[in-house]
């Protein structure tokens, strides 16, 4: 009877052991579970803001060209109506 009181005793404590084990692990668990949804949510914030930055930055230099383009063209177009004035003001001359 004494032996198996023992055994059963330490069946007991080895069950605990056990289970005070699977409550850690699975605590840990969760705990890498948040950390890993949270960063997942970090790095799509993260992406989103860089992907708003590239079109930014992709609409600013866009513009950019556009109001040289329009500045050249004007600048060209001044010049040509400079040059169809010129042989006209050297005939009147």
Known sequence: MDTLSFVLGIAFVVVIA???VAVYAFVK???VKEQIENNERNMSQ???RVYRNFH???RAIYEHIS???RDIESMIDSRLDKLQNKPKQLLKD
């Open 29 to 31: 668990v969760k705990e």
């Open 46 to 48: 993260e992406i989103e």
């Open 18 to 20: 056990v289970a005070i």
């Open 56 to 58: 930014e930055e992709n």
């Open 67 to 69: 109001n040289r383009v």
